[in-house]
């Protein structure tokens, strides 16, 4: 079983981050790769990127935010409770060759996906710089651990509560005016990685981007993670999660997001989690 040893509350309660048991996974697990979790047997395979592992305790680090009954179900676990299942590691690790300076960007909890892939080009020897944001401070999650892997760590919210009043995009520019990155890492909501891509593009900078579709098996058997990238129908939960932000479809993508959400409130109304 798949216990869990630690829970933390973060954001004010509206992500959770815990960390579980799985020494396979733990060992094999690379930047970029995710598990399928499920609560309990009646409970919804959920896709989630691992955020950290640790091979010699046997551990993986997974952060949440309660958007649907399964994530709502997830925050109900306690430390000692196991999840059902957990599959993984799943997806293709980030492809990324030492560079010279990269620039990370993260929104939300999109910061837990971007963390590991920040250390790792950091370990690498690259030039870091960091910029991530949220709505409010509350909401800016793993900015200790951030710092660490950044030369440079900018921060922002929309409200302006801390630092700068500003989106990440608009931190992104000012620091292009005076910096010639090798790639751009952008990991967040859809439409900030969108617009990432649409800055980048024109000055011909690599960029990557982790998409988050709804997944069902997590093994290429299902379609439900399609997406399209340069003009291909590619399945996201085998052939990315990373792909290409200048060939991503970005409306498409938001368009099937949305398709459920209906669904998603009734579920919530209906379990009354
Ligand atoms: Fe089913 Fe990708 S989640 S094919």
């Not at 815990?18 to 790769?33: V, W």
């Not at 592992?53 to 676990?77: D, Q, R």
């Not at 909501?189 to 981007?209: A, Q, Y």
Request: glycine fraction near 10%; aromatic fraction near 4%; include cysteine.
């Amino acid at each position: 079983m798949n216990r869990i040893v630690r829970r933390e509350e973060m954001a004010g309660g509206r992500m959770v981050l815990n960390e579980i048991e799985a020494p396979k996974i733990a060992r094999t697990a690379q930047p970029g790769q995710f598990v399928m979790l499920r609560a309990n047997e009646l409970g919804e395979r959920v896709p989630m990127t691992i955020s950290d592992a640790n091979p010699e305790i046997g551990t993986i680090t997974i952060i949440f935010s309660v958007v649907g009954w399964s994530t709502a179900l997830f925050k109900t676990l306690q430390v000692g409770d196991s999840y059902q299942n957990v599959v993984g590691p799943l997806g293709r690790p980030t492809e990324m060759e030492a560079v010279g300076t990269a620039i990370c960007v993260g929104g939300g909890t999109g910061v837990a996906v971007l963390y590991p892939i920040a250390r790792k080009l950091k370990s690498r020897g690259s030039r870091v710089i960091s910029i991530i944001g949220a709505r409010n401070e509350e909401l800016i999650i793993l900015r200790r651990e951030m710092e660490t892997v950044s030369d440079e760590l900018l921060v922002c919210t929309d409200t302006g509560t801390i630092e700068r009043n500003a989106l990440v995009t608009d931190l992104l520019m000012e620091v292009l005016d005076r910096e010639t990155p090798d790639v751009v890492v952008a990991i967040g909501p859809v439409p900030m990685m969108k617009r990432v891509s649409e800055i980048t593009k024109p000055l011909g900078i690599k960029t990557i981007v982790s998409l988050n579709p709804i997944m069902i098996d997590g093994t290429g058997m299902c379609g439900s993670c399609r997406v399209e990238v340069d003009g291909q129908m590619r399945l996201a939960c085998v052939e990315g999660p990373e792909f290409d932000g200048h060939k991503v479809n970005f409306d498409l993508l938001m368009e099937r997001l949305q398709s459920f959400q209906e669904e998603e409130v009734q579920a919530l109304e209906a379990h009354g989690v």
